[in-house]
């Protein structure tokens, strides 16, 4: 009795993990782009980031957690606060509520498709969704994790969209630079 | 319900309000900030296909996808910087160089 008990807290676990980190996920969110300060914009951002990692190791995806945390809330939030701080932003003045109507009909669209996916996810649920069994997240940990599968799979057989990214990334450091540079002044 | 379906609804929430703050916002660096949200709404959504078929292709899109929101934030913040620097502001409505 009293395991049966256990397993179903532990089955019941992730799930309130979940919830919990989705609710707080949205109100970051709301936060982020509801704040008339930039900077607390950024720190929410940071925060929602966090989370974000959070779910994705619930979701079984450990390597992608930790290069969420690492990259993303550890470099790229730390380059919009400081650009922020450069520019010596002050609050805005406020949203912009004067909406036409092009406006209004896009908000409604986009509602209207919240409620519609949504609903559709909630009566039904997806296709194939049921088709999953514990058996084979327990292959991947025979084979070694999923950090071990991505590794191996990112190095052989993505291993030129790697060399690409670099190449990429190589690129934006060289276009930053040579946009964010300091115009000389003709004479 | 469970955990995959949960986050894609997740996702779809986090993308809109993204979407929300671009149309919303007039602030440069909250465009960029909101469009951080949208990709990361979409990263879920990989993340979660990626364990609904067992393949861990998609985890693979998740790093590209980081890699490429990390160039266009540099680039992106840039060009902020630029546009500062020439106009000193960064409003949205203040630039329609563009428009005819």
Redesign the interface.
């Known amino acids: 009795m009293l395991e049966n008990l256990t397993g179903r807290l532990l089955e019941l676990l992730p799930f309130g993990f979940f919830h919990f980190f989705a609710m707080l996920i949205t109100l970051c969110s709301l936060m982020t782009i509801l704040s008339r300060n930039p900077v607390k914009s950024a720190i929410f951002l940071v925060i929602n980031l966090f989370l974000l990692a959070g779910v994705y190791a619930l979701l079984e995806s450990h390597f992608v957690a930790a290069i969420q945390i690492l990259v993303y809330a550890g470099a790229i939030t730390v380059l919009f606060v400081f650009v922020i701080m450069l520019l010596n932003l002050k609050a805005e003045a406020g949203p912009r509520f004067n909406l036409n109507v092009l406006d209004m009909l896009m908000f409604l669209i986009c509602g209207l498709g919240i409620v519609l996916v949504a609903a559709r996810l909630a009566t039904s649920g997806l296709p194939g969704v049921e088709a999953i069994t514990d058996g084979s997240s327990q292959a991947l940990k025979q084979l070694g994790g999923h950090t071990l599968v991505v590794a191996s799979v990112l190095m052989t057989k993505y291993i030129w969209p790697f060399e690409i990214a670099s190449f990429l990334i190589l690129l934006a450091i060289i276009a930053s630079v040579v946009i964010a540079r300091k115009e000389e002044v003709k004479k | 319900?469970?955990?995959?379906?949960?986050?894609?609804?997740?996702a779809?929430?986090?993308f809109?309000?993204?979407?929300?703050?671009i149309?919303?916002?007039?602030?440069l660096?909250?465009t960029?900030?909101?469009i951080?949200?949208m990709l990361?709404a979409v990263?879920?959504v990989f993340?979660?296909a990626?364990?609904?078929h067992?393949n861990?292709?998609g985890?693979?899109m998740?790093?590209?996808v980081?890699?490429?929101?990390?160039?266009?934030?540099?680039?992106g913040?840039?060009?902020?910087?630029?546009l500062?620097?020439?106009y000193g502001t960064?409003e949205n409505?203040f630039f329609r160089i563009l428009r005819g």
């Not at chain 2, 149309?23 to 602030?27: A, D, G, K, P, V």
């Not at chain 2, 980081?66 to 680039?75: L, P």
């Not at chain 2, 913040?77 to 630029?82: E, G, K, Q, R, S």
């Open positions: 319900m469970n955990l995959i379906e949960l986050s894609f609804i997740l779809i929430v986090v809109m309000l993204g979407f929300i703050g149309l919303t916002r007039r602030n660096i909250m960029l900030i909101s951080e949200l990361n990263n879920l993340v979660g990626s364990r609904l067992q861990v292709d985890q693979i998740v790093l590209f980081i890699t490429v929101a990390a160039c266009e934030a540099a680039v913040l840039a060009m902020v910087i630029a500062y620097r020439r960064i409505d």
